[in-house]
């Protein structure tokens, strides 16, 4: 997987911890399966995960794609 991906990866799991959401609720709220929401947390991004997932990742935690994206932690 590209580092990209592993910081995506990585940053989802810290925002989710941050805000105290299992990955059912994080789910919800991004609109993914809980089967998605499994392998992001297993590092595995799927088609699932479009511009419109990172859109709402955006919006609704007012973090920057450089944040989300980058090497350091959320």
């Not at 580092?3 to 925002?15: E, G, H, P, S, T």
């Not at 799927?46 to 935690?61: A, F, N, P, R, W």
């Not at 973090?63 to 989300?68: K, L, N, S, Y």
Request: aromatic residues 8%; glycine residues 14%.
């Amino acid at each position: 997987m590209g580092k990209i991906q592993d910081n995506f990866c990585r940053n989802l799991k810290a925002l989710r911890k941050k805000y105290g959401l299992s990955e059912w609720q994080m789910g919800r709220i991004l609109k993914l399966s809980d089967e998605t929401m499994e392998a992001l947390g297993q590092g595995i991004v799927t088609e699932e995960v479009d511009t419109g997932t990172l859109h709402l990742i955006y919006g609704y935690y007012g973090i920057t794609p450089g944040e989300m994206l980058g090497d350091e932690e959320i």
